[in-house]
């Protein structure tokens, strides 16, 4: 037997399912939990409305009681409640998840009391199909809705023995307990296909932001990183396009563009194939040299472009850009049997306001600099807000300062 298929590692993978969903996925949880909590106030008080007086034609004898009449506004109220009080909990998902339970707990208490002091001495018939309904309504980390219609469950054991005769209680335990196990099967089912709802909503994404042949990011999805580390949501990824998002206080970035030296030569003298397989190489070499935090992106043909947040110290950037040029010209010279090299551009903004139209620009220049003089090698840059009094260019083997 595989390790992956021992119990313990389904039940570890099944955890790390679940933490990703919850992680990943909060605000859809959140909303959706509202949203069905709303439904469930909403549901329980024209179930109220309409049953009561359908209840008194099918047994006359039967008399709502005060507690009975008083569901319906009480259900109304928490729907009213989680209204005003959804736009505040939406971005807060664990006050929000909390605010649910706190909701699902006074339904509850209100069906458990009907159930019981309230029954006459009947077998109640509301908690089971209420609690089961709640429990799929709601989900949360640790099956928290569970424990509490856990609890809900208990205590109408405890008030139908207090309130009825014992073979009505007796079976009142057993329904009760018959739909709680109920409720845990409905429950895993429900967030079973949440999570293959989730995973699929994440397949299709990973499809959406990345390149097919490298699995590096695509340009679609650099927009996405720039517009949330750029303050303002201006920034764009596309040259030439204007920005007015200015880069967060107090956080430097480094961004860099990398090219393929006689990329075509590649493609002429070796075949596509070859290519393709230089070009997945160049991704690999670019995955591992950088942060999982960094935005690493095919920006187009022969064309790389890495997005670095906090990486402003020179001799870090250049021993990273450094690495990639001495991989890239000795595993890919392996690969196609011929010489291969590439060229970088590498500017950092280390303080102050910087767009990430301006800063793609002077990555860009400082690539096609090496490019026009001398390939395989690569320009730093520091970014000022006025025209740089001096700039440093440096190759794999050294630079220079340039007045």
Same mark, same amino acid.
């Given at each position: 037997?595989?390790?992956?298929?021992?119990?313990?590692?389904?039940?570890?993978?099944?955890?790390?399912?679940?933490?990703?969903?919850?992680?990943?996925?909060?605000?859809? $949880? +959140?909303?959706?939990? #509202?949203?069905?909590?709303?439904?469930?106030?909403?549901? &329980? *008080?024209? @179930?109220? %409305?309409?049953? !009561?007086?359908?209840?008194?034609?099918?047994?006359?004898?039967?008399?709502?009681?005060?507690?009975?009449?008083?569901?319906?506004?009480?259900?109304?109220?928490?729907?009213?409640?989680?209204?005003?009080?959804?736009?505040?909990?939406?971005?807060?998902?664990?006050?929000?998840?909390?605010?649910?339970?706190?909701?699902?707990?006074?339904?509850?208490?209100?069906?458990?009391?009907?159930?019981?002091?309230?029954?006459?001495?009947?077998?109640?018939?509301?908690?089971?199909?209420?609690?089961?309904?709640?429990?799929?309504?709601? $989900? +949360?980390?640790?099956? #928290?809705?569970?424990?509490?219609?856990?609890?809900?469950? &208990? *205590?109408? @054991?405890? %008030?139908?023995? !207090?309130?009825?005769?014992?073979?009505?209680?007796?079976?009142?335990?057993?329904?009760?307990?018959?739909?709680?196990?109920?409720?845990?099967?409905?429950?895993?089912?429900?967030?079973?296909?949440?999570?293959?709802?989730?995973?699929?909503?994440?397949?299709?994404?990973?499809?959406?932001?990345?390149?097919?042949?490298?699995?590096?990011?695509?340009?679609?999805?650099?927009?996405?990183?720039?517009?949330?580390?750029?303050?303002?949501?201006?920034?764009?990824?596309?040259?030439?396009?204007?920005?007015?998002?200015?880069?967060?206080?107090?956080?430097?970035?480094?961004?860099?563009?990398?090219?393929?030296?006689?990329?075509?030569?590649?493609?002429?003298?070796?075949?596509?194939?070859?290519?393709?397989?230089?070009?997945?190489?160049?991704?690999?070499?670019?995955?591992?040299?950088?942060?999982?935090?960094?935005?690493?992106?095919?920006?187009?043909?022969?064309?790389?472009?890495?997005?670095?947040?906090?990486?402003?110290?020179?001799?870090?950037?250049?021993?990273?850009?450094?690495?990639?040029?001495?991989?890239?010209?000795?595993?890919?010279?392996?690969?196609?049997?011929?010489?291969?090299?590439?060229?970088?551009?590498?500017?950092?903004?280390?303080?102050?306001?910087?767009?990430?139209?301006?800063?793609?620009?002077?990555?860009?220049?400082?690539?096609?600099?090496?490019?026009?003089?001398?390939?395989?090698?690569?320009?730093?840059?520091?970014?000022?807000?006025?025209?740089?009094?001096?700039?440093?260019?440096?190759?794999?083997?050294?630079?220079?300062?340039?007045?």
């Amino acid at each position: 037997m595989r390790s992956t298929d021992t119990p313990r590692a389904r039940l570890a993978a099944l955890a790390a399912r679940r933490r990703a969903f919850y992680t990943a996925d909060w605000e859809r $949880v +959140t909303e959706r939990n #509202l949203r069905n909590v709303k439904a469930a106030c909403v549901i &329980a *008080a024209m @179930i109220s %409305l309409w049953f !009561t007086p359908i209840a008194r034609l099918v047994a006359p004898s039967w008399q709502p009681t005060v507690a009975h009449m008083a569901l319906a506004p009480v259900a109304l109220v928490l729907a009213l409640c989680v209204v005003f009080a959804g736009k505040q909990l939406a971005s807060r998902p664990r006050a929000a998840a909390a605010f649910c339970l706190a909701v699902e707990a006074v339904l509850l208490a209100c069906v458990v009391l009907l159930d019981t002091v309230f029954s006459g001495g009947r077998p109640g018939i509301l908690t089971q199909p209420v609690g089961i309904g709640l429990g799929v309504l709601i $989900v +949360t980390p640790w099956g #928290l809705p569970l424990w509490v219609l856990g609890a809900a469950d &208990a *205590a109408f @054991i405890a %008030l139908s023995v !207090t309130a009825k005769v014992p073979d009505i209680a007796a079976a009142d335990a057993f329904s009760v307990c018959v739909g709680y196990v109920v409720a845990i099967a409905v429950a895993e089912l429900a967030l079973a296909l949440r999570l293959q709802d989730f995973e699929a909503r994440e397949r299709y994404r990973e499809l959406s932001e990345r390149d097919a042949l490298t699995g590096l990011l695509n340009r679609g999805a650099l927009a996405t990183f720039t517009s949330r580390l750029f303050a303002g949501a201006g920034g764009s990824a596309a040259r030439g396009a204007g920005s007015s998002a200015t880069l967060a206080p107090a956080q430097g970035v480094c961004v860099m563009m990398l090219d393929l030296d006689d990329f075509k030569q590649v493609n002429d003298q070796r075949g596509h194939d070859a290519g393709d397989d230089l070009l997945r190489l160049m991704g690999d070499i670019l995955r591992t040299s950088f942060r999982t935090s960094d935005a690493v992106v095919r920006y187009g043909g022969d064309e790389f472009m890495v997005v670095a947040p906090g990486l402003t110290d020179e001799h870090v950037a250049s021993a990273k850009v450094e690495h990639v040029c001495a991989e890239l010209r000795e595993r890919g010279s392996r690969l196609v049997d011929m010489r291969v090299s590439c060229s970088a551009g590498v500017v950092v903004a280390p303080q102050g306001a910087a767009s990430f139209e301006e800063l793609l620009r002077e990555a860009d220049q400082a690539l096609y600099e090496v490019k026009g003089s001398s390939k395989g090698g690569y320009a730093y840059r520091v970014h000022a807000p006025h025209p740089p009094q001096a700039e440093r260019r440096g190759n794999h083997g050294g630079g220079e300062r340039i007045a």
